[in-house]
């Protein structure tokens, strides 16, 4: 536990719209979206850590206020973005009755959420690594006590970090297998465009160029073309990319990717103590 004594020399706003709990990876993309999205400026954001050094670091790094656990319970809201296993810790420290809180925390629900923090007013949403340059899926699930505005500000929050989804929390493990984990599956599969394009004679560096292109592309067509359709259009008769698709089917990669997704929904559930939730 800290004291404000410890944070004497940092600068103590009275309040801020959104305290950020946990500005590691995924809440440092999420502060970087709310301020893309125009709904925060950075007067507006402060992050806390319990060592006073660190959350000084973290908000000069960010251009946001440093705030100790007072600064937290003034703040307006709280985005909650430590790692799951860390929350039993943090939670005494934030719990405020009827407060706003937004939490990102995989496999966490929104049952314990409200018992450990004190309040039903709580957001659950699920981003995914996209928030870092703006192209995330980000489902949002809430309670029956959260307010309007509190979600119309989740809403924006993550707006700025991409896409939103609402969700029905039943389907978080699910959305946690396939669009939380999937950037790992995509990139293994550009790793292994990668590798082929040097196992046919490129330079590594030319391979990945390559193999990111093809991605890049294909999701831009994915925007407003169907899969199958992008598919058939690149594979003429007789030609290369049929010989490819032939490879890839003999290879059974349909099913390793359904499969994939499964398997990552299955140990979402086990984390977050569910049974499989589809
Ligand atoms: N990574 C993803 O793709 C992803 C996607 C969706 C959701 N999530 C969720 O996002 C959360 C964070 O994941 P992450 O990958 O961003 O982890 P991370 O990079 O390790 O970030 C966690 C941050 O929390 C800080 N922290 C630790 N204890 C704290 C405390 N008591 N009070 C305040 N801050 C504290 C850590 O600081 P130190 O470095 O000093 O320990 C670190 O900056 C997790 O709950 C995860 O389930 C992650």
């Known amino acids: 536990m800290t004291s404000v004594a410890d944070t004497a020399e940092t600068r103590q706003p009275t309040t801020v719209r959104l305290a950020v709990v946990g500005a590691g990876r995924m809440g440092g993309a999420v502060i970087h979206g709310a301020l893309r999205s125009g709904e925060l400026r950075p007067a507006d954001l402060g992050v806390f850590h319990p060592e006073p050094e660190r959350r000084d670091a973290l908000a000069a790094q960010f251009g946001i206020a440093s705030l100790d656990d007072v600064g937290v319970h003034q703040a307006e809201r709280v985005l909650i973005a430590v790692k799951p296993q860390s929350f039993e810790r943090v939670a005494p420290l934030i719990a405020r009755r009827h407060a706003g809180f937004v939490s990102i925390m995989a496999g966490v629900t929104l049952a314990t959420l409200a018992k450990r923090l004190g309040s039903s007013r709580v957001v659950r949403a699920m981003p995914n690594l996209g928030a870092r340059v703006g192209a995330s899926a980000t489902a949002l699930a809430w309670t029956a006590e959260t307010s309007p505005a509190d979600l119309r500000f989740a809403r924006a929050l993550f707006d ?40 046919v004679g490129f330079h590594r560096d030319l391979a990945r160029d390559l193999a990111r292109q093809v991605l890049l592309a294909t999701a831009r067509l994915l925007e407003d073309t169907e899969p199958a359709a992008i598919k058939d259009e690149v594979a003429s008769p007789g030609g290369t990319a049929i010989a490819g698709v032939r490879t890839l089917e003999r290879h059974r990669l349909r099913f390793a990717l359904m499969d994939a997704i499964e398997a990552a929904t299955e140990r979402a559930s086990e984390l977050s103590g569910n049974g499989p939730g589809w």
């Open 160 to 199: 700025g970090c991409g896409s939103v989804f609402d969700v029905p929390e039943s389907l978080f493990d699910a959305f946690t297998g396939l669009s939380g984990s999937g950037p790992a599956f995509a990139a293994l599969v550009a790793e292994s465009l990668a590798d082929g394009g040097v196992r």
